[in-house]
């Protein structure tokens, strides 16, 4: 007792801007269930399983912790069965879906009122796991509703209790609405399994047109919001006014307000808006809510909003489906055998994760030579957000073979303490990892499905980040390699470019499929089956087959490049490309390019089977580098490299002009629409209005994208940005533009070529040559007898785009192939071979 008095000073209240973590340690995948239970610092709020907890205090010297422990509780043989009510599965009158029940104890013996008053808040809090999955599912930023900022309220003498609330027209007295204009508190919508409430709310507004509701129990304070806000949204006061800006410049910032202790209330309550028919943002909700005499600030959130409830009813989807069909495969456990638990979408990450971590460089890097202790120690205060000890601790989680043991089933009613385990294990939650590497990506921090192949890249450039001026300790290297383009001129000259990649992106050349007759056939038979009306089964569909060589062999094909100014001729000309390696690494990622534009600029995906075999020899696409007698293009000149300057049309300014608009600003529009018009250049004026470099003198500089191409790729759903680089890399093409932003790293840039000069060199550093060897910067043919690498690794995606559907892993570890389904790791009795997005090769002469 007087130990832990004297340690008083160092235990902390949280407050409600405090990260807490106590559902998982931050450097292990250790829970409150498991053996020896959960650790939280009193001080940090951070978590540590009963191994790391010693760490902890000899690095920070904190010494008291809470220490949470849930423990599975008994089930009787005999426990009746409870009779459904609802058609539903985990809700109140439901079907009884035997979630295992756990009992927590806090090993406290003898708190003062100051300690027991921290554990208490540390407990009521909300996880701070949780709270970022929840910000990270909204999938729609919501908006400010016009009918909230004119709300009238009447003035009825209404009084809100603070709690014991109940539906006005009924006995319900959970999902309930405060409708803010007259104070009546109704449930919510009947949801489609007869849960929630009994449409009192809705039918209120029918009948009285009161537009805006909150959700009862959603109502907090909590700053946490203000994360989800982000650094480009602020909500300032002036005149006694809210307002709500995105990074746009306002006239009035005398006033400048930043009213944080109202975020948290405008984001995290459950306000509706029944005339848009959606979620929305409420600024004056304090002010409404004070109107029927309740404080905002005192009120704690108690019930699910919508997003909360979202995210339980995808997490709880059930993917087995998605697997081998109809085939017993054995469960596998132990080391290099771990799976990992589907957060939401997010299959991707975890198809992509197993692949990178059977491979050499990653499995030494973050877990043979790196102890877990060891990764701590080299941590930040806050190792949660630090991508190389969540890689550490991912690495371990699923090499270690700690988590990979067999969990007896859900269904198991037997005493616990007398099951026999079911074959089956739960895996490893990346949360942390996912909030790591998704913190500099808008897309890959939500839970929307995303594309395999972007991740893997953005994930080996995050790698390669972390380990900037450390080439020794980037294990992102052996995935690298060097591409060398030559182009030819007609002037008979040629250029020589070279670059760095880490994935292998190619065409799939359906004309040569290996199965035309059967297809033909096939093709006539349903022509005439469709003059019948009748339907092919899936059985009888014939897809078309192509061999993995004739797609390598694409890559280093001839092709012409349009636009490609000759710095010997002095004119845009149509050259001929070829391309080969110059460096091979250890692991050779090759991305099947199934995801094409169609008529019309919809995207498809092609139904086509690749024949791959399980080695491969690519010698055949070493670079031959110069060659005797070639004659190399002329350097570019100053005036080569200088565009034609774009100048503004001056009819269209005039015109733009003579309506009250800014000169300057009329000639921006007109430039940045190519001088399409006087309707194109107004609408660009008026949708740029607010730019912060609006009145900035025009560039000398030529304008190398053309806006209106811009606003074409943007309205196919593509980011401005993207839209940009896009266009820039392909020479203003929108056709090569949306190419490029499907498969950025198989297409000539005509911008790319324009500067024609001798060998260009790369990036000094060498790059691996099989087995973590260096290699010098060019090789050629006359050092290889054969280039051979083997299959390890498939990433198979189902679905008709990568924004939708799943991704599974299969690898060939120990001699077997083995399926990676999210948490479900088994032996492969039928490895997708054919069906690959990515294929992953190790390289076997290293």
Not at 310 to 316: A, I, P
Request: glycine fraction near 6%; include cysteine.
């Amino acid at each position: 007792m007087e130990l832990l008095r004297a340690n008083l000073p160092r235990v902390r209240i949280p407050e409600p801007t405090n990260r807490i973590y106590k559902h998982e340690c931050c450097i292990s995948f250790d829970t409150p269930k498991s053996e020896g239970g959960l650790y939280i610092d009193m001080n940090t709020f951070l978590a540590f399983g009963k191994d790391c907890v010693g760490w902890n205090f000899e690095k920070t010297g904190n010494p008291v912790y809470l220490h949470i422990r849930q423990t599975r509780k008994l089930v009787c043989e005999d426990r009746p069965l409870k009779k459904p009510t609802l058609l539903a599965i985990g809700v109140d009158g439901g079907f009884d879906n035997n979630e295992p029940e756990y009992e927590e104890t806090r090993n406290i013996a003898i708190l003062p009122d100051y300690v027991r008053l921290a554990v208490d808040a540390i407990l009521m809090a909300e996880g701070a796991e949780r709270k970022e999955q929840v910000a990270s599912w909204t999938a729609d930023k919501k908006h400010i509703s016009e009918y909230a900022l004119n709300l009238q309220q009447l003035g009825n003498g209404v009084f809100i209790h603070p709690s014991g609330w109940k539906c006005a027209k009924c006995d319900k007295t959970e999902n309930l609405w405060l409708n803010l204009t007259d104070g009546m508190i109704l449930c919510g919508r009947s949801n489609w399994d007869g849960s929630g409430g009994n449409n009192h709310a809705i039918e209120h507004f029918k009948e009285t047109g009161y537009p805006v509701a909150v959700k009862l129990g959603t109502i907090t304070a909590d700053l946490d919001a203000a994360e989800v806000v982000g650094s480009f949204t602020v909500m300032y006061m002036s005149q006694g006014i809210v307002f709500w800006t995105d990074d746009r410049r306002t006239e009035d910032k005398q006033n400048l307000l930043i009213v944080l202790s109202k975020i948290g209330a405008l984001l995290l309550s459950d306000v509706f808006s029944y005339p848009e028919d959606e979620s929305v943002l409420d600024p004056l909700l304090a002010q409404h809510l004070a109107f029927f005499g309740i404080d905002f600030s005192s009120l704690r959130k108690t019930e699910m909003t919508t997003a909360e409830r979202e995210l339980d009813q995808n997490t709880n989807f059930d993917w087995n489906r998605i697997q081998e069909s109809g085939q017993e495969m054995e469960p596998l456990f132990g080391p290099g055998y771990t799976g990992l638990v589907n957060l939401g979408n997010s299959c991707y990450l975890a198809a992509t994760m197993q692949v990178v971590f059977s491979t050499r460089s990653f499995c030494s890097r973050y877990y043979m030579t790196q102890s877990l202790k060891k990764a701590f120690e080299a941590a930040p205060a806050d190792p949660t957000v630090d991508l190389n000890t969540q890689l550490a601790k991912l690495a371990h989680g699923l090499l270690s073979g700690k988590y990979s043991v067999p969990a007896p089933e859900k269904e198991d009613t037997t005493n616990v303490a007398n099951a026999t385990p079911i074959a089956k294990q739960e895996g490893i939650p990346p949360r942390m990892f996912k909030g790591v590497i998704a913190a500099s990506h808008p897309e890959f921090s939500t839970m929307r499905q995303q594309d395999a192949l972007e991740f893997f890249l953005h994930f080996i450039d995050q790698v390669e980040r972390v380990n900037a001026g450390k080439p020794e300790f980037d294990p992102s290297t052996s995935f690298k390699f060097g591409i060398e383009e030559r182009l030819l001129c007609p002037s008979g000259k040629v250029a020589y470019n070279r670059r760095h990649d880490c994935i292998l992106s190619l065409s799939i050349p359906l004309h040569l499929a290996i199965n035309k007759g059967e297809l033909e056939a096939f093709h006539k038979s349903k022509g005439e089956r469709d003059t019948q009306g009748k339907e092919v089964s899936a059985d009888e569909i014939v897809r078309p087959r192509v061999r993995l060589v004739d797609c390598l062999r694409s890559f280093v094909a001839e092709e012409e490049v349009h636009d490609f100014y000759s710095t010997e001729l002095k004119a845009k000309v149509t050259a001929t490309k070829t391309a080969g390696l110059i460096s091979f690494p250890d692991y050779l990622v090759l991305h099947m390019r199934k995801f094409v534009m169609e008529a019309g600029w919809v995207p498809k995906k092609l139904d086509v089977y690749i024949d791959v075999p399980d080695t491969i020899d690519i010698s055949d696409m070493c670079s031959k580098g110069i060659q005797p007698g070639e004659e190399l293009l002329p350097e570019p000149a100053a005036e080569d490299m200088a565009e034609p300057k774009l100048l503004a049309d001056d009819d269209i300014v005039s015109q733009l002009v003579s309506m009250g608009f800014n000169n300057l600003h009329c000639q921006k529009a007109a430039i940045n629409t190519s001088n399409a018009g006087v309707e194109e250049a107004m609408n660009w004026l008026l949708s740029h209005m607010d730019d912060a470099d609006i009145d900035a003198p025009i560039s000398q500089e030529a304008q190398s994208v053309d806006q209106s191409k811009v606003d074409t790729l943007v309205s196919f759903g593509f980011q401005e940005d993207v839209a940009r680089k896009a266009l820039k890399a392909s020479g203003g093409d929108i056709e090569k533009a949306t190419d490029w932003i499907f498969n950025p790293t198989n297409v000539s840039s005509s911008s790319d070529m324009d500067v024609s000069s001798s060998t260009t060199s790369i990036a000094d550093s060498p790059l691996p040559d099989g087995g973590g060897g260096q290699c010098p910067v060019v090789l050629y043919n006359a050092f290889y007898d054969a280039i051979a690498y083997r299959l390890m690794g498939i990433v198979s995606h189902m679905g008709t785009s990568t924004q939708c559907g799943h991704y599974v892993a299969h690898i060939n570890k120990d001699g077997q192939w083995v399926i990676f389904n999210d948490e479900k790791v088994r032996v492969s009795k039928n490895p997708p071979k054919d069906m690959g997005y990515l294929y992953v090769f190790e390289r076997l002469n290293s």
